[in-house]
C-alpha cells in the first residue's frame, strides 16, 4: 500500500509502506474512510521539530474495522470506529481518572495517512458508532479522532460553564473548535483571536461573539477594553508559543483559568509572574478518548458540524499538496481520501 | 513607639518609629495583641530580596481597633480584628471573585512588627471576631492572618476532597498548616515532606499519616513508591525555589492538583514538562481575606488549633532573635509580644 512519509523540511511523499498486520493480540486492524493532516504535523513539517529519518506521518482517523487481534472483546470487523492519536488500554489508574492520553500503556497512533492502520489496545482505544454513518458525517466523525476532542478538553480544561466569558488563542482548527466546544457548554461570549477573515467567519459560525485581531500586549489590552478591565473567565491556548502563552495567561481575569492544548515549543513560565497572575492553569495532551462516546452522541445528534474545519479534500496520493496548503495558510485542514 | 526595622543581611533592629495615624478616612489604626516573623521575612533579612534602605518589617497581625476613619461602618473602637497581610476593598470584581490578594486597591501591610498599625481599606480587610478572646486563644486567632490561610489556600487550590491522597512539600509553618487544612477538608492520606523532628512532630499532630524525608528525585521516588506509582491526588508546595516546585509537580499523579503558595524565587518551568506532566496548576498570593470567617469559627470552636505552629514567644524588644531563631531552624515561628 501506499500512505506519507516526512523525510525533512517541506518533503512529505506518498509511497510505498508495508500493510500493517496484527502484532499483538490486543490489535486491531481499521480500513481508513478518510484521513487529514494536523496543525502540529506543521511542526516537523517546517522544521521545528527535527525528523531524522523518513517518518511514516498521520494520527487522525476514522473508518471500518477490517481485523482484530484474539483478545480483543469489544470492536468487531464492520464497526465504524474512531480512536484518538494516543492509543490507551482504557484500564490503568491514569485511564480510569480520564487521562488516557496519559494511559500506563499509551502508544502514539503516527502512522494514519495511508489507506490502513494498525491500532494497539484496540478494546480501550477504539469507539464505535451506533452503525455505519452517512458520507456527509464521516467528516465531523474524523474530526472527533483529535481536533474536535482536543478543542473540547482546552475548554473543559480552562472550566468554560455557562455564561462564561471565554477567549480563544489561535485559529487553527483545534481554536475553532475549541470556540464550538465553548459554544455547547454555555458561554456566554466567546472572543476569538483571529487575524484571518475565512477563520474568523468559520469561528462565529462556531459560536465566537467577537473577534480580536491584535496580537501580543496589544491583543491583551483589546481584551481588556472588552471585560471591563478584568480578563476573561476561561482563556483557550490553542498554538503553543511563548507569545500565545504570555497572551493567554494575561489575558485570564484573577483566578480564572488557562485550558492550553498547544504543543510547547521553547515556552518558559516564569514562576513569579506565573505566582502573581493568580490564574488556574491546566492543559496537556488532549485525553480524547474521555471525550469519545460524548462526542460521537453530538454528532450523531447532529448538534455539532465539527467537520466544518476541513476546507479541503483531496485524495490521499495528494497529501504533499495538503501539508503545502495549511503551512501556507491556504486551508485551515485538509482531509485526505485513500 | 519602637518596632522592627531592616537594615540589610541578617540586620533587625528595634528602633523608634513614627505613630501611625488616620491618613485615608477609610483607614483603622489597631493596637497590636501579638505579630510574629513569616518565613517570607527570611527571603529579604537573608539577603535574597534586596534591602535598598532601611524597611520596617511585619505584615501578620491581629488587636483590638483603637480609632476609625470617618468613612469606616463596619468595624469599631474596642473590637478584636484580624486582617490579611493584603489589605483589600472586598468589593472590586477581583474581590468578588475570591481575589482578595489581588484586590484591584490592594494595599501590602507592611508594619506590623510594632505596637501599633495602620490598616488602608479597614471595612474590606478587617474581620472581628465574635467577641475579644481568650489569651490561649489568640495565637491561633494571629495565625489566621497569613500563614493558616495561605495553608487553607494551598490545600483548596490543590482541591483536597475527602478521600485524597495529599503531599505537602516545605515543613514552615505553612505547609504545617497545609496539612491542618488537608485533615480538615477530609484528606485520608496527608504525606509530609519533612526531615526535621519537631517537624514532624507537629505534622502528625495536625493530621500527617506519613513523613517522607527525602528530597528531589529520591523524594519524589518514595511518593510513587507510598501511591503505587501514581503519584498524589493534591499537592501542596509550601517552599517556592525551583526544587521544590519540580518535586511538587513530579509528585502528582497525571490530572491532579498542585496548589503553590512559597512565593517563588528563581523558578522558571519548561512548557513541554508543564503540558506532559498533565496536573493542574493553582497557587499565588493567598487570598486570606476570603477564608477569615472560615477559619474564625473554626478557631472559635476550638476545631483548629494553627497557634501550635509558634514554637517560641518572645517580647517585641527581642524581634532580632526572634528572626535569628527562624533562620537557623531553632524555632518554626515566632510569635512577639508588644
Redesign the interface.
Known amino acids: 500500500m501506499r500512505g506519507a512519509v516526512l523525510y525533512g523540511r517541506r518533503d512529505v511523499r506518498f509511497e510505498e509502506r508495508d500493510v500493517p498486520t496484527i502484532i499483538k493480540p490486543t490489535d486491531a486492524i481499521i480500513k481508513i474512510s478518510v484521513t487529514c493532516v494536523c496543525g502540529s504535523d506543521l511542526w516537523p513539517y517546517r522544521g521545528v521539530n527535527p525528523v531524522p529519518e523518513p517518518t511514516p506521518m498521520g494520527h487522525e482517523y476514522c473508518g471500518i474495522v477490517e481485523e482484530v487481534g484474539s483478545a480483543v472483546t469489544s470492536i468487531k470487523p464492520g464497526q465504524f470506529v474512531i480512536g484518538s492519536f494516543f492509543a490507551s488500554d482504557n484500564t490503568c489508574?491514569?485511564c480510569q481518572?480520564?487521562?488516557q492520553?496519559?494511559c500506563q500503556h499509551a502508544e502514539f497512533v503516527s502512522t494514519a495517512q495511508a489507506p490502513l492502520l494498525r491500532i494497539p489496545l484496540a478494546d480501550g482505544t477504539l469507539v464505535a458508532t451506533p452503525d455505519v454513518p452517512s458520507d456527509d458525517m464521516v467528516p465531523s466523525l474524523l474530526a472527533l479522532s483529535d481536533v474536535m476532542g482536543t478543542g473540547w478538553f482546552a475548554a473543559d480544561a480552562a472550566n468554560v460553564k455557562p455564561g462564561s466569558t471565554v477567549v480563544v488563542v489561535g485559529d487553527g482548527a483545534v481554536g475553532l473548535l475549541g470556540a464550538l466546544s465553548a459554544k455547547q457548554m454555555g458561554a456566554k461570549r466567546i472572543i476569538a483571536m483571529s487575524r484571518h477573515e475565512s477563520r474568523q467567519k468559520l469561528a462565529r459560525e462556531f459560536g465566537a461573539t467577537d473577534i480580536v485581531t491584535e496580537r501580543g500586549d496589544k491583543g491583551v489590552a483589546r481584551i481588556k477594553d472588552l471585560t471591563?478591565g478584568?480578563g476573561a473567565d476561561s482563556v483557550l491556548e490553542c498554538v503553543?508559543t511563548?507569545e500565545s502563552?504570555m497572551q493567554a495567561i494575561s489575558s485570564t481575569?484573577?483566578?480564572g483559568y488557562v485550558g492550553?492544548v498547544g504543543?510547547?515549543?521553547?515556552?518558559?513560565?516564569?514562576?513569579?509572574n506565573?505566582?502573581?497572575?493568580?490564574?488556574?492553569?491546566?492543559?496537556?495532551?488532549a485525553p480524547v478518548r474521555r471525550y469519545l462516546p460524548e462526542l460521537i452522541k453530538l454528532v450523531w445528534s447532529r448538534k455539532i458540524n465539527p467537520g466544518k474545519v476541513f476546507d479541503l479534500t483531496l485524495p490521499l496520493d495528494q497529501v504533499a499538496e495538503g501539508y503545502r496548503a495549511m503551512d501556507e495558510r491556504r486551508a485551515i485542514k485538509t482531509l485526505l481520501r485513500p
Chains 1, 2 share one sequence.
Open positions: 489508574p491514569n481518572v480520564g487521562y492520553s496519559s471591563k478584568i503553543g511563548q502563552m481575569r484573577k483566578g492550553y504543543v510547547p515549543h521553547g515556552v518558559e513560565l516564569n514562576g513569579e506565573l505566582f502573581y497572575s493568580h490564574v488556574h492553569l491546566h492543559g496537556g495532551p
